[in-house]
Structure formats: structure tokens, C-alpha cells
């Protein structure tokens, strides 16, 4: 049974939580769960942020600690700038080093260098600023700029047919628009690094839920630039070379072969070849591609037929495997790789 003293007890111990993460953990509808967080909401007792699938909750009031965050905050020339110099200056305020576990201090390091180089080799912008907090229970960072937006700036560099085909393509991985200096992972392990990880600009918000397995796509209003934010608990006992190990294991000599696609992210009725061919575009980089059903719960037989027999049949060497595929589509996607075998 959910009661506003249960919802408190799991928000603390979990230090923050999206909506859908309430609802599986308690076993009831989200309207049951926002019942109650409403009237917490109101007296000061969890914090809300983002809006629709992008809500996270915490707690925070007299038993947080969130109110004695040390944060470090600045402006930067970006021209000439170093990265390691920046994220030198946050752990130099911040103690990082002294007050994070060392996993996490690496994950932390790695994820805003990767970021940080990001806004100073691509944004084109001028300036950038940075902030950096941690308090009692996670640590973070947001890195705006004021340039050209980084799903533009894919979008017009690579010729795509617009910013929602930008979205999709960074998810891929190994994608760059200076190929001579970047291999295109820094988004890619970076997005999969923290509990909450995301991206946003100009009418869209690229969210990763790490904790709930999840990922997803917002409108939001026009924002100049890039605004990239970053979250981890304290507590996490994520390691980055687990994260490595997972998309650059050891039998493809540690090289990133291995890469993740939300189907659902592409369109919401998946019916016609062109449609799989756009999800299938630049796939042929990896060895191993995971083609992640969350969230899918139709699809069209056009669509299947391209992804399991036409692409598998011009990629023999390139292993396809399905995750989170709903039962009632099984029939559809097993009648193509029948078709395949014989």
C-alpha cells in the first residue's frame, strides 16, 4: 500500500526517482502515485523536476541536507580553453577527490571532460558556463552554452533531414561531425554513465534514466545553445569500465562494436521499410547491435522484414538481438527470421 509516509521512506533511501519507477515499485497507477506526491509537493517535502516522462522526484526540507550543497559556479572563454583545466578547478573548490568514492570520482571526471570538450571543439560558441555541485547524497554538473545546438549542428553537418533524425543518430554512437578528431562515443558512454543524464536544446530535451532503464524525447521551449546536465548518487556503485565492457568488451578487442536502439524513438506506428531504414542507418559500423522494444507495442510486417531479414542478409557478420520485445509481437518478428532460415 502506498502512503505518503512510504513515498517519503523510498525517495530517501533512493535519493531521486522518476514517476514510472514509483508506480513499479509500489504497484499502482500513477494516479495513485501522484495523489500523494501532490500534497508532499505542496508542503515542502519532495522536490519536482522536468515535466511528464522527464519527472524526477527527491526529498529535501529539515531531514535534506540538499540545502548545504557546495556548488562551484563560473564562466568561460571557451577559445583555447582545456577541458582537464576546468574540471582541475571544480575538484580543486569542491574536493572532489576527497569526498567522492573513487568509482564515482572517475565516472564523474570522464563524463564532464567528455561534455566539457564537447561545448569547447563543436558548440561554436564563445562562452560557456559551468556548475558543479555535490551535497549529501549525489553530485552533478550542468555545461550550457550559447552556440550552435549540438543536435543542429549534427543535423546540418551530416546532412540530415532534421533535428529529431539528429536525436536518433547520437544515440547510435559513433557519431561525429569531425571525424578527423572524434570517434562520436564521448555522448554515447557519457549518456549511459550517470543516474540521470540530459540534453537540451532549442525545442528538444534528450533525457536518460539510467535508473529506470529508460529513455526519451521532449519538447520544451527554445533554448540558444546546448544545456547539458548530469547526475549520480553518491551512493552508485557504477564503474566505468563496467560501462566500457558492456559496448567495447573484450572479444571485439575492447573497441566499441556494440551499440543499443530504442525502436520507440523513431515513430510511433513502425510500419514501412523507409521508416526501419532510417532506424537502421549507420548501423553497419558495429558488430553487435541490440534492437530494445521497450514501449513498442505494434508494429508492421514491412517494418520487420527489413531489420531481421533484408538488413541481417547484407550484414551476416553483424550479430542482432532483441530485448524487451512485447509477447504480442513475437509472431510478426518469428515469421520473418522463419522466412530468413529456410
Do not use: W
Amino acid at each position: 500500500m502506498v502512503t505518503k509516509k512510504s513515498l517519503l521512506k523510498y525517495l530517501k533511501a533512493r535519493q531521486l526517482a522518476s514517476g514510472r519507477e514509483l508506480t513499479e515499485a509500489f504497484g499502482v497507477s500513477r494516479q495513485a502515485i501522484n495523489k500523494h506526491l501532490k500534497g508532499l509537493i505542496e508542503n515542502g517535502k519532495v522536490r519536482k523536476e522536468g515535466t511528464t516522462k522527464g519527472t524526477i522526484y527527491s526529498v529535501y526540507g529539515s531531514t535534506d541536507k540538499k540545502d548545504t550543497s557546495q556548488r562551484f559556479k563560473r564562466r568561460y572563454a571557451l577559445e583555447g580553453l582545456e577541458e582537464y583545466v576546468v574540471f582541475n578547478e571544480c575538484d580543486s573548490n569542491l574536493q572532489l577527490k576527497k569526498s567522492l568514492s573513487q568509482n564515482v570520482f572517475n565516472v564523474v571526471r570522464y563524463a564532464f571532460t567528455e561534455m566539457m570538450n564537447n561545448a569547447i571543439e563543436h558548440s561554436e560558441s564563445k562562452i560557456g558556463d559551468i556548475e558543479f555541485f555535490v551535497n549529501a547524497y549525489n553530485c552533478g554538473f550542468k555545461i550550457k552554452d550559447y552556440g550552435i545546438g549540438i543536435f543542429y549542428s549534427v543535423f546540418k553537418k551530416l546532412g540530415l533531414p532534421d533535428e529529431s533524425a539528429a536525436v536518433r543518430e547520437l544515440l547510435k554512437g559513433k557519431t561525429t561531425t569531425m571525424q578527423e578528431k572524434h570517434t562520436g562515443e564521448g555522448v554515447f558512454f557519457t549518456s549511459k554513465s550517470g543516474d540521470l543524464v540530459a540534453f537540451q536544446s532549442h525545442r528538444a530535451e534528450l533525457v536518460f534514466d539510467n535508473r529506470a532503464k529508460d529513455v526519451f524525447v521532449m519538447a520544451r521551449r527554445l533554448t540558444k545553445g546546448t544545456e547539458m546536465s548530469f547526475r549520480i548518487s553518491r551512493n552508485s556503485k557504477r564503474k566505468l569500465e563496467d560501462i566500457f565492457n558492456l559496448y567495447a568488451p573484450a572479444e571485439y578487442e575492447h573497441r566499441f562494436e556494440k551499440t543499443r536502439v530504442f525502436v520507440k524513438l523513431y515513430h510511433k506506428e513502425l510500419i514501412s521499410r523507409s521508416e526501419a531504414r532510417r532506424m537502421l542507418n549507420g548501423l553497419d559500423k558495429f558488430k553487435e547491435i541490440i534492437i530494445d522494444f521497450l514501449g513498442v507495442r505494434s508494429i508492421g510486417q514491412g517494418f520487420a522484414d527489413e531489420i531481421f531479414r533484408v538488413f541481417r542478409k547484407a550484414h551476416p557478420d553483424i550479430a542482432v538481438r532483441i530485448e524487451n520485445l512485447n509477447p504480442s509481437l513475437q509472431p510478426i518478428i518469428g515469421h520473418v527470421i522463419d522466412n530468413t532460415a529456410a
